[in-house]
């Protein structure tokens, strides 16, 4: 059964800093690029970053890029996503999603989506 756990999320203050993980399993993991994407209340899903599978290509958003650091132990079968100075418009449920080989920067790249994990950035 394939799955994708992602855990890590909370209430952090502006500023703070959280490590958002996504545990896979019953998938090749080495071969499935990983990506991560948000949704706030009220707005549509939005791209955040991506890895592909071997770890060599990496992208992020403008809104994150220099905050957010995505990375991968494939011996594990986890992805993380390191947020740093983060901001009230981060906040939104964060759900990482697997997709065959690439970095994918539409939702419709990915075959697996986990349940998602709420982050809010509030004083």
């Known amino acids: 059964q394939v799955q994708l756990v992602e855990s890590g999320g909370g209430l952090v203050q502006p500023g703070g800093s959280l490590r958002l993980s996504c545990a896979a399993s019953?998938?090749?993991?080495?071969?499935?690029?990983i990506g991560w994407f948000r949704q706030a209340p009220g707005k549509e899903r939005e791209w955040v970053s991506c890895?592909?599978?071997?770890?060599?290509?990496?992208s992020y958003a403008d809104s994150v890029k220099g905050r957010f650091t995505i990375s991968r132990d494939n011996a594990k079968n986890t992805v993380y996503l390191h947020m740093n100075s983060l901001k009230p418009e981060d906040t939104a449920v964060y759900y990482c999603?697997?997709?065959?080989?690439?970095?994918?920067?539409?939702?419709?790249?990915?075959?697996?989506w986990g349940q998602g994990t709420p982050v809010t950035v509030s004083s």
């Open positions: 999603a697997a997709g065959p080989d690439g970095c994918y920067y539409r939702p419709r790249g990915y075959a697996f």
């Open positions: 019953g998938f090749i993991f080495h071969s499935y690029g």
């Open positions: 890895i592909n599978s071997s770890g060599d290509w990496i």
